[in-house]
C-alpha cells in the first residue's frame, strides 16, 4: 500500500512527454488489440493499451542519467500493477485477459519499449478484489489531499475554490471513514496505511498555515481522534469475556460442591 502515497505524481503525469518517438511505437503495439482473437475490436483494451506505453515509457526515462540508461523503480512498477488491475476490471476486461498476460501481449511486440532492467513482469498479478478496493480508497485519499494542499497555497486562488475545497474535505472523510470499516475484521496492512495518512492529513488540516484562507476545516470533518478500529476491537474482546463468563462458571460451580 505505500507506493499509493505517491499518487499525485503517478495520477498527473505531464503529457507529450517523447511524443515523437512514441507515437509510432503505441500504433504498432496496440494494434494488437484492434484486432484480437481474445478480445475483437476491443478499443477499450487499445486505449488502456496506449495510455500503459506512455506511463511505462515516462517512468522508464524521466530520470535517466549518463550513469542509469532506466529509471524504473520497485514502486513504479508496484503503481503499474495497480493501474493495470483497475482499468482492467474496471471495462470488465479482466475476465478477458490477465494483467499478465496483457503486459506479454505488449511485450511479444515490442520488446525495446520495456527494456528497464527493473522487471515489470515480477511485479504483476491479479489483486484480491477487496484489497483493489482498498488501494483505490487509499489512492483517492492522497490525490484529493494533493488537491487540499494545491488550494491551501495557493494565494490567487478564486473564490469558488472555496466550496471546491470543502468537497475535497468531505470527501476525504468519508472515503477514511469507509477504509477504516473496511479494517474491523481484517487488512491490518490497509490499516498501517490509513494510519500514516491520517497522520500527514490531520498536520496538513490542523496545523499547516491555511494561505488561502479557503481551507478551514469545519469540525465534523476532521478526523476522528479515537480509533474506530482499536475501540471496535476492544468491544469485541469485552463482549467475548462477558459472554464467556456463564460458560466458565458452569464448570466451576459444580466443581465447589464435589
Known amino acids: 500500500y505505500t507506493f499509493l502515497r505517491n499518487s499525485p505524481y503517478y495520477g498527473n503525469l505531464p503529457p507529450g512527454y517523447d511524443k515523437d518517438t512514441l507515437e509510432q511505437k503505441k500504433n504498432e503495439v496496440c494494434s494488437i488489440f484492434t484486432n484480437n482473437i481474445v478480445a475483437p475490436e476491443n478499443t477499450s483494451l487499445k486505449e488502456i493499451c496506449e495510455k500503459f506505453m506512455y506511463m511505462y515509457n515516462y517512468l522508464n526515462k524521466i530520470n535517466k542519467s549518463p550513469k542509469e540508461d532506466k529509471t524504473i523503480t520497485d514502486e513504479d512498477c508496484h503503481f503499474m500493477n495497480y493501474w493495470l488491475n483497475v482499468n482492467l476490471r474496471d471495462k470488465n476486461i479482466d475476465e478477458e485477459i490477465c494483467v499478465n498476460d496483457f503486459y506479454e501481449k505488449l511485450k511479444s511486440k515490442d520488446t525495446s519499449i520495456f527494456s528497464s532492467t527493473t522487471k515489470l513482469e515480477d511485479h504483476l498479478h491479479v ?36 466550496e471546491l475545497c470543502q468537497e475535497h474535505l468531505e470527501k476525504c472523510y468519508h472515503n477514511y471513514i469507509e477504509g477504516m470499516n473496511n479494517c474491523l475484521y481484517g487488512y491490518d496492512d490497509f490499516y498501517e496505511a490509513l494510519k500514516l495518512f491520517e497522520r500527514d492529513y490531520k498536520y496538513l488540516t490542523e496545523k499547516v498555515t491555511n494561505e488561502s484562507g479557503y481551507c478551514k476545516i469545519s469540525e465534523n470533518l476532521r478526523l476522528p481522534e479515537n480509533d474506530l478500529v482499536l475501540d471496535e476491537k476492544q468491544r469485541r474482546i469485552m463482549t467475548t469475556k462477558i459472554m464467556s463468563t456463564p460458560l466458565i462458571l458452569l464448570f466451576v460451580i459444580p466443581l465447589l460442591y464435589k
Open 127 to 162: 489483486i484480491e478484489s477487496g484489497h483493489l478496493k482498498n488501494m483505490q480508497l487509499l489512492y483517492e485519499l492522497y490525490d484529493t489531499k494533493q488537491k487540499i494542499t494545491d488550494i491551501m497555497f495557493d494565494e490567487d486562488v478564486t473564490v469558488d475554490k472555496k
